[in-house]
């Protein structure tokens, strides 16, 4: 399976990845995103937001498991999921997120192992933060963003769309590789 490879400096550039890959998503599409507490997951998802013209804000759903943010040009809704306090498959069932997968953008922090099973294809994105910092009082770090496009729907044409949307980010924030 190949992966596109982005590495951000700080949050602006994680959203502005996110934003880019925006524009390549629509109705139906899922983002699985993996990667520990703090790695960065909802502050992604804040970049899909914008990038979508959804309402906001999107913020860590702390005592919900789900928002949903409307579109306000038209487009797709954005659904956000946060399945850390989930446990098994049979809770996540419970959400019935497959009632608006078609009709959104779903987004699932913490969903690997959780949701594949509900779609044929997904976007997994694992978020790595480095083991040390090089500068403890600066609030931005760098990241890792790893996206690994699974099943029909992101075919290779799709995969292209993708690659070009994120090489607008060239020479700002991001690096793009693609392994095998
Ligand atoms: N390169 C970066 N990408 C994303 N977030 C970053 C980056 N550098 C620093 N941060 C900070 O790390 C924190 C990430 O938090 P959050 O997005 O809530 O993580 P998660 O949802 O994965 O728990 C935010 O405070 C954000 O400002
Ligand atoms: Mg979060």
């Not at 190949?2 to 949050?11: I, M, N, Q």
């Not at 797709?76 to 078609?102: K, M």
């Amino acid at each position: 399976m190949s992966a596109l490879v982005l590495r951000t400096v700080d949050a602006d550039g994680t959203r502005a990845a996110a934003t880019a890959i925006a524009e390549v998503l629509r109705a139906g599409d899922l983002l699985i995103l993996d990667g520990p507490l703090g790695a960065g997951k909802t502050t992604f998802t804040q970049g899909l937001g914008a990038g979508l013209g959804v309402r906001g804000p999107v913020a860590s759903p702390t005592f919900v498991i789900e928002r949903v943010h409307p579109s306000l040009i038209g487009g797709p809704a954005l659904v956000h999921v946060d399945a850390y306090r989930l446990g098994g498959g049979g809770d996540i069932d419970d959400l019935d997120l497959e009632a608006d997968l078609d009709q959104a953008v779903t987004v699932v922090e913490w969903g690997r192992d959780r949701v594949e099973h509900l779609v044929d294809s997904f976007l997994l994105l694992e978020l790595e933060r480095p083991d040390q910092v090089e500068d403890p009082e600066d609030p931005d770090e760098p990241r890792t963003l790893r996206l690994s496009p699974n099943g029909p729907r992101w075919d290779e044409r799709a995969i292209e769309q993708l690659v070009l949307a994120l090489a607008s980010l060239h020479g700002t924030a991001t690096t793009i590789e693609e392994n095998c």
